[in-house]
Structures are given as C-alpha cells and as structure tokens.
C-alpha cells in the first residue's frame, strides 16, 4: 500500500510538469495572467500552435530539421558503429590496437563536449559548411558512434564463436560473415543503438547551436533562442515545448524494450 | 581481399569520422589555449603565450564562481539522483505489467531534450503563473522566488538536474536488482533476515559496482550540465547560475574569447576524467575489498 | 574427396604446448577418428586443419596442395560442429542452402541440392523450421545436411553426436557410419567415446595431452596398442594393470598369481607390467585363485573385481554365474591374450595382436 502510494507520487513528481506544459499550450494567453484562476482552463486554444507554426512557417522548417538530422544521425551512426564494432571485436590487431581504439570511442562520452565544440566551429567555418545539415550531422555522428560501438561490442562478445567459424567454413568472408549472421543476430543491439542514437541526436543542443544559426537550427536549439527573444509568450512556449516532448514521449513508449536495453548496457558496460 | 583488409576498411571510416569530428578537434582546442586569440579582434590566431591562459582563467573570479557551483551541483544533483534512484528501482523492481508501465513512464524526464526541461521547469516555478508558487500560495507557506535569488537559483538548478537524471540511476539499478539471483534473497529470508538487513547485506553490496558506477557518470555528465542553464536562468541572477560549460559557451561563443575559452574546456576536460579516473580506481578498490570478504 | 596430410604441426596457447609435432596421413574416403580424453587436443587438431587456428608450426595438404596459409573458406572442406552451430536467423531450408547461397550457385541447383539432402537426413518435414524449434537430434542432422549439400574435399566432425541421448546416440552412429561408407567421402571425426570410434572408423587416431600416441586401424588399436596409455584407454570395462616379474620359466608372477606366458623371452627377474583385459579373464574349475571384492551386475553381463595379494584386476563373467563378494574363485587367463608393458616406458612388450601366432584368429 505504501508502496503503491509512493510509486503514484514518484510518477506524479516525474509527469506532473509535462501535463502542465501541455495544458498551458491550450490555455488561452489570458488565463495566464489572471491569478487563482485554476489549473484546468475554462477554455481550450489552439492560438499558441497556429502562433508557433503559422506566420513565416519556420517552426515547421526547424521540425523537418530535427526530423532529417535525427535520421541521418542515426543511419550514419549504425552504418559506421556496427561494422567497426565487428572489426574491433575480431580483428587482430597487433599492439593491442583494438583495445586502444575501443577505449577511443569509449572516452567520447568523458569529456565535456564544449571543448570541442569552439574548434569544431572554427572547422566547419573553415571548409564553409557552417549551418548546413552536414555540420549539425557529422557532429551528432561524432558523439553518438560511440554508443553504437560499445553497444555492438558487448553483444559480440557473447556471440558464440562457432557460428562465425561455421560461416566461415560454409564459404563467407568477413564482410560475408557480417552481413549474413553477424548482423542479422545482432537486431536486438542494433536496435537499441537506434534509438539511443534518434534520442540523443533530437535532444542535442550544444554542437548544434554552435553550427547552425539558421537554415539547420533544430527544434532545442530554437527552443531555447525563442525563450530569451520573448521570454513572457507562456502560450507559446509552451505549445513549443509540446512540440518537442510529444513525439520523443510516443517514440520512447513504442520503443521502450531497446531504450531500456540501450540505457542499462551502455552504462552497465561501460 | 584478405579478411584482415576487409575488417580494417569496415574500421577506418568510423576511426576517421572520430579523428576529423572529435581529437582534431580536441587537439586544436588544446593548441588555441597556449595562445592568445579573441576572434572578434582577430580571424587568425595570434602569439604563443603558454599557460598564460590558464593562470587568468583561475583567476578569474567568475570562472571560479562557475567551479564552486559546478563542483556543488554535480554533488548534490549526483548524489539526489543516486539515492532517489535506487529508491525507486526497489520500489519498481518486479515483473508485472503496472511496474513495467511506472518503469517506463518515470523514464520520461530523462528522454526529454535538457532544454525542453529547463522550459518546462520555468514554466512550473514561474513566480506568477507557475503552479509550484499558486499552490504554495494557496497553501500559506509564501511564494520563493525560485529562479530569481542567487543561493535559491543554485539549488533549483541542481533539484531540476536530478529530477532529470534520476530515471537514469533508477533504470540502470533496476536491471542491476532484477540480475540478482532471487534464491540469495530467498535463502537469507530463510535464514530469517529482516527487510532493512537483506538491504544492508546483500541488495546494497551486490549491487554496490553498479552503484558506483552510475554515481561515475551522473558525476561526470553533471560537470558538464550546460543545456539546462539556457532556458531556467541564463546564467542568473547575476551569475550566479553560470556552470563552467555555460560560462565556457558564453565566452567562446558569444564573445569570441577563443584561447580563454579553450584553457577553461580544458580545465573542465580535465576535471571530468579525473572524475571519471577516480570514481573507477574507487570503485575496483571497492570490488577487490569485496572479493577478499 | 581428397587426401589430407598435417606434417609435424605444433600449437602452443602461451608457454601451454596443445600439440607436440603431430604428423598424420589421411588417406582419400578414409574415414579417421581421433580419439582421445577431454582436453587433449583434438579440436585443436581439427580447428588447425580446417584453418579456424593457425598452427604454430608445420604445414597441412590437401590433395598434395599445401593449404597452411589458405583461409578456412577456400579450404573447401566441411565442419560440423559440437554446438552444431545452425544459424538461429535462417530457416532450415536457409541453413542447409547457404553454403550453396554464399557461392552464388543457381536457385534451381540450390533447392535440388537441399531437397535431396533433406531427404537423406529424413528432415523433409521440417523445412521451414528454425533451428529452436527441433529437437538435438534434428539439429545434428541439419548441421549435418549444411556439410553435406556441397562437396567438400572432406568432412571435419567434431563430437557431433556427444549432444543426443543414449538411445539417439547409439542410432545416429550406425546412420552416420552408413551414410558416411556410402558417400565415400574422406571425414575427421573427433570423439571421446571410443565405441564411436570403434565401430565407425577406418583408423583411429589415439591422442593424449597434445601427442598422437598411435594411428592405427581398430583392431590393432585394441589388439596391439602401442604403449600402456592407449591400452588402457581402449576398452570397456578398462584393462587392469598388475606389476609383475618374470620367473626363471618365464611365465609372469604378479600379485601371488602367476601367468603362464608365451612372449618373446623377457630377462627372468625383469620388472614387467602386466595388462589384463576383462572379457580375457574367465573363471576356472583349478588354477590360481582370487578373492571376489565387488560383482556389478550389467544385465547381460557381470563385471567381478578381484583381489589376489596387492594387485586388483576385473574379470567379465556370464550373467547366469553364481559369484559371492568375499569367496574366493579360481581364475584363468589364455596366455595369448596377454599385455606385456615396460614398466619405465610403457611401451609395448607382448600383445596378442603382436604376437604372429594369433594371427588365425
Ligand atoms: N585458445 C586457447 N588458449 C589457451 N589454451 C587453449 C586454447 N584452446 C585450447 N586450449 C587448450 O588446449 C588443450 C586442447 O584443447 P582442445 O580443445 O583441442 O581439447 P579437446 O581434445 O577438443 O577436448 P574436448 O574433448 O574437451 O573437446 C586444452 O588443454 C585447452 O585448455
Ligand atoms: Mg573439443
């Protein structure tokens, strides 16, 4: 009984201010000002998403941004992580290499990414790609690669090896053996490192504020210049903060058995 | 080709895309810090100019500011997060349907963009329309001004931290809890060990690796909390809010105060695995203690 | 099919020696065993040979072709694993095709060439099974099929049958020994089970801690063996050994029994070991005497231990014989069937398969 009271107070605390944020972004702009006026509003609008989405249509612009890159992240993310994974894991590299290398894509995740952020600025400004999707994807690229590497390298590790080996005797080279077993078996990572990688990329705010001013702005990065521009519009922040919450909460519940693998295996292997 | 060139082509891309996005990066970085450069005074770097950057970054009164607040809310957010964590993986821990969906839906503040939190929380404790302060108010007990007064603004700040990240303790301990072998607790049942001892005992030392090992990256990701500034406080009042990443983005990104904000990434850099150096040696010395019990 | 040669391989894991120089010639459709106890590098062998490790030194041919630095996938040979190994993704249509499938051979092809194993290996029924869906003795058939569907110079086996019951086990060895005699094909078989061994290969090859002890056919493996380890590995119940001396006439005294024997001349007094296999100990009206320690009923048979002074040996007896523990028995052994060893060595002196005058038997 206690249990169950503090289980409902702990989902209280933990979605209490979502459903705040979204009944704001139907609260009519006057109710907001008007004190004790009540938790549920009289009247429900929709002005806070035409406000946001309407006028010059640049939140639609910011969300297919998000869409595109979070994406592109991922597929890039998979298409580079999963086979270097499979390499680190079977090649023998002399020097103990593979480790050395394992442990640079692990480290990835220790350091505070602002101090590569500054440079990174300097080098996209560089090569002219400031406030192109590829900036905002390559770096997104960058820092989610990791996860997938760590993610497949555990899995591999408890492959048993005789699969591989049968494969190998029934005629497959490596890229064989990767593409007929190996990646078929490893589904239930590979998808786990999906959607650890669409989460992270959707979410990120501080690389893809540093490359993208306009044209690649995605919806944090929006978000959050929107705040300080007008910080008063309570509607419309929240109707903003909807936008961005609403799909990754529908995403996190159809996807919840690979975000839970994803979580607990990264951290627990790390 | 050869399995060994087919395995090392499948490597290089990824290792490149590393080496172009992240340690060239990190490298330069480190370069820019030993010299003097304001970008918004110059477009090239300017003179070698060894720790000189270091030194007046520490002497920087703000940067230290940001330190001793980064410091205290990696503490208190870590801390908070652990223990409010494992709480909740006790509470949730088990295999029925109602437990899955809490599991999943108290998932939600971590899955969440930082800034979207940081939006949703001023929301929350906005001094007039936020819900917090109307039902304090209607309550009696007086209407704080949460983000508004420095001390009260670094304490918000690090409850929203751990609020956001304790899902993440908690998920992970759970799967800890769920991996430990359910005849252990049934024998030390049988052996007649009460509820707070089979915690003490065995849930708590069985589970303590992991433990630690969350507290590892709560701490280290916690150091570097930058995104959630931007939408609770910006920095304020004052700057008292400022964490070092915040400080570091302000000056290298809106001042263009390149080689200061450069030693400064690094000083955090350095701060972070250290951290994460620490909480690692800690952590073995701990699980080898174990293992000799 | 083809002849493979492995000539003076070693392996080392570390400072660990897995094989000392092993050469062994296998001839084309012959079918070997290797045999041998748990850890004694067989797999290794066989992983060596079929290029899944690299041996530390020595070359392997096949079909006089030298292969030691060839990939396992042009090898052309193939494996059936202890695991098994299916693929877990693939149906098992899709396992028994995909040697065929990774070769780019033609659909048509593909599908006669599974059908036709399916129906060999009778596992038509279960087409479009996965592999977590059958039973081990289904598996170890499809496994099977995988290998058989191309045509490999020869096929590596690894204790495919240790994973299946007894009664399963006992089945699967007659099939797989027809099979394999009909196919004609040149297989490697590891096994620890030496009835396995006994009764399925051409020659066996007796292995024990990294070292190929003999490679010999069946017979003279149990009727010759080259030294004491393989004698006393081979055979059930195992021979006994008894420290004997040889008198003046040259029969074996050992334990207050004497044998009577018919051996090249040994030096009287020579220390000698003496083996006794059980089904060539046989109870008799008059001679020497023993004391019965244990009898183990079989069913078909009883196995009696005996004690006479220090030396314990076993004798196998008819199942309708009256034996009591604690009686004493007269016991006889037919002088041609006895082992002889160097004590030091081990190596062989005497063996009825050595002996020319048992050769009418
Ligand atoms: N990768 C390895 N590293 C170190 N030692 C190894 C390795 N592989 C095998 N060995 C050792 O080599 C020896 C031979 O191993 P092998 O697998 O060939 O034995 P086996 O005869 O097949 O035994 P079993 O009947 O148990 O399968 C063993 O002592 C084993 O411990
Ligand atoms: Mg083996």
């Known amino acids: 009984m206690i249990r169950r009271l503090a289980i409902i107070l702990a989902l209280a605390v933990a979605l209490g201010p979502f459903v705040v944020l979204m009944v704001n972004s139907v609260r009519p702009s006057d109710a907001f000002l008007a004190p004790g006026a009540g938790f549920i509003p009289g009247t429900i609008t929709l002005d806070h998403y035409r406000a946001v989405f309407g006028g010059d249509g640049e939140t639609l612009r910011f969300l297919a941004n998000s869409v595109i890159i979070a994406t592109a992240t991922t597929l890039l993310a998979l298409l580079l992580g999963a086979p270097a994974a499979y390499a680190l894991a079977r090649a023998r590299l002399p020097f103990r290499l593979s480790i050395v290398f394992a442990l640079a894509f692990l480290i990835v995740r220790f350091y505070p990414k602002i101090t590569v952020a500054l440079p990174y600025y300097l080098i996209m400004r560089d090569l002219g790609w400031l406030d192109t999707h590829l900036a905002v994807i390559l770096a997104h690229v960058s820092v989610t690669v990791p996860f997938v590497v760590w993610l497949m390298l555990g899995f591999l590790e408890e492959l048993p090896p005789e699969i591989e080996q049968s494969a190998m005797m029934d005629g497959c080279n490596a890229w064989g053996r990767f593409v007929r077993v190996v990646l078929p078996l490893s589904m239930p990572a590979l998808g786990a490192a999906a959607v650890l990688t669409a989460f992270t990329s959707w979410n990120e705010f501080l690389l893809a504020s540093t490359v993208a001013s306009n044209d690649a702005k995605t919806l944090p990065v929006r978000i959050s210049s929107f705040i300080t521009d007008k910080g008063i519009l309570w509607g419309n922040m929240a109707a903003m903060g909807t936008v961005i919450v609403l799909p990754v909460a529908l995403f996190a519940f159809a996807t919840q058995r690979y975000l839970v693998r994803g979580l607990t295996v990264g951290a627990v292997k790390g | 080709m050869s399995d060994r060139q087919i395995l090392l082509l499948c490597l290089v891309p990824a290792l490149l895309l590393l080496a172009l996005t992240q340690f060239y990066p990190l490298a330069q970085s480190f370069y820019v810090s030993l010299h003097d450069w304001t970008l918004a005074r110059s477009p090239v770097m300017g003179e070698f100019v060894g720790a000189q950057n270091y030194s007046r970054v520490l002497h920087d009164r703000q940067f230290t500011g940001a330190l001793w607040f980064t410091l205290g809310l990696a503490a208190g957010s870590s801390i908070l997060s652990v223990l409010l964590g494992f709480g909740l993986a006790l509470l949730t821990v088990g295999e029925n349907w109602k437990l899955r969906l809490s599991r999943t839906l108290l998932l939600l503040p971590m899955i969440i963009a930082p800034v979207a939190v940081g939006t949703v929380w001023r929301m929350m404790l906005a001094a007039r329309i936020g819900p917090v302060n109307e039902a304090l108010g209607a309550l009696g007990l007086g209407t704080p001004n949460w983000l508004g007064s420095p001390g009260l603004a670094q304490v918000t700040l690090t409850v929203i931290d751990a609020w956001q990240w ?66 609770t406080t910006g920095g304020g009042p004052g700057f008292a809010t400022h964490t070092l990443g915040y400080w570091i983005y302000v000056q290298g990104l809106r001042y263009f105060n390149i080689s200061q904000a450069a030693a400064a990434s690094w000083l955090l850099l350095a701060l972070c695995m250290a951290t994460a150096a620490a909480f690692l040696l800690w952590r073995r010395r701990i699980m080898s203690w174990q293992v000799r019990q | 099919m083809a002849a493979i040669t492995l000539s003076a391989i070693t392996k080392r894991f570390g400072s660990f020696d897995a094989l000392q120089p092993l050469s062994l010639e296998v001839q084309d459709r012959e079918f070997v065993a290797l045999l041998g106890p748990s850890g004694c590098g067989k797999t290794t062998t066989l992983n060596i040979l079929a290029g899944l490790e690299a041996p530390t030194s020595g070359r392997i041919l096949i079909d006089g072709r030298d292969v030691t630095d060839i990939p396992p996938m042009q090898r052309n040979l193939a494996m059936v694993f202890q695991s098994y190994a299916l693929y877990p993704h693939l149906s098992v249509r899709r396992n028994i095709a995909f040697p065929l499938e990774v070769r780019r051979a033609p659909r048509a092809e593909i599908d006669s060439a ?149 051996h090249a001349p040994l030096a009287p007094g020579a220390a000698v070991t003496l083996g006794l296999r059980p089904e060539d100990v046989s109870p008799a009206r008059d001679g020497p005497t023993a004391e019965v320690v244990l009898v183990e009923h079989y069913g078909g048979n009883q196995v009696v231990t005996l004690r006479a002074g220090p030396a314990r040996f076993c004798m196998l007896s008819p199942p309708d014989m009256r034996i009591e523990q604690g009686h004493r028995i007269g016991v006889s052994v037919d002088p041609r069937n006895l082992y002889l060893f160097a004590p030091d060595t081990g190596r062989t002196l005497a063996a009825p398969g050595l002996d020319p005058r048992n050769e009418t038997r």
């Open chain 2, 166 to 231: 304790t899902p993440f303790s908690m998920i992970v301990m759970a799967a800890a809890l769920a991996s430990i072998p359910p005849d252990i607790l049934a024998a030390a049942r049988m052996d007649g060990a009460g509820r707070g001892l089979i915690l003490r005992r065995i849930i708590v030392p069985i589970t303590l690796p992991i433990i630690l090992l969350v507290a590892m990256f709560r701490m280290v990701d916690a150091l570097m909390t930058l995104d959630i500034v931007f939408t």
């Open chain 3, 114 to 262: 599974v059908a036709r194993a399916a129906e060999l290996l009778e596992i038509t029924p279960y087409l479009d099974r996965y592999p977590r869906a059958l039973s081990g003795g289904q598996r170890q058939r499809v496994a099977l099929g995988r290998a058989l569907v191309r045509k490999p110079a020869a096929f590596l086996l690894d204790e495919p049958l240790s994973n299946l019951d007894a009664v399963l086990r006992l089945q699967m060895r007659a099939e797989l020994s027809g099979l394999f005699r009909s196919l004609g094909a040149t297989a490697l078989y590891v096994t620890h089970d030496q009835a396995e061994a006994m009764t399925m290969a051409d020659r066996i090859a007796v292995f024990a801690a990294g070292r190929m002890l003999q490679f010999a056919p069946p017979l003279t493996i149990y009727r010759a063996p080259a030294d004491r380890a393989v004698a006393a590995f081979v055979g059930a119940p195992p021979m006994m050994f008894l420290d004997g001396i040889v008198t003046d006439g040259g029969a074996i005294q050992a334990g207050g029994l004497t044998f009577p024997a018919r």
